[in-house]
């Protein structure tokens, strides 16, 4: 199992990888969130610039899912050289959950439910008598 392709290719999740342009150029196959297979497609515009204007050079999304087993990230990346020059494009989706609970686990935090926590605590102003 020394050749990259076949590591690449048993990672659990999607592996896509772009060239500078956008053009198709690798896929893993892993999963990624949806119930059919996808045929290989060129990166849209749209997802390109939005890496591109981004500072850090990525951008993702949730993928929405009807499990509370699983947290999908999607994440595109671009690839530069020393000088800034764009390469290529990765994309990869992954399951966030395992890596979220372990960061909880050591923090001894705890994600909670939406609510109204942010304004301060609440009191009751006593009637006039």
Do not use: C
């Amino acid at each position: 199992m020394n050749d990259l392709t076949t590591l690449l290719n048993h990672l659990p999740y999607k592996l896509a990888a772009y060239d500078a342009k956008g053009n198709f150029l690798y896929d893993n196959g892993g999963a990624d969130g949806s119930f059919f297979p996808r045929e290989a497609e060129n990166l849209p515009d749209w997802i390109m610039s939005e890496v591109l204007a981004s500072p850090t050079k990525t951008i993702s999304y949730p993928i929405p899912t009807d499990s509370f087993e699983q947290i999908l990230i999607q994440t595109y990346q671009a690839s530069t050289d020393q000088e800034g020059q764009v390469l290529g494009f990765w994309e990869t989706i992954f399951d966030l959950k395992q890596s979220l609970q372990t960061y909880l686990d050591s923090s001894a935090q705890a994600l909670v439910a939406w609510s109204d926590a942010t304004s301060g605590a609440s009191f009751k102003e006593e009637a006039d008598k």
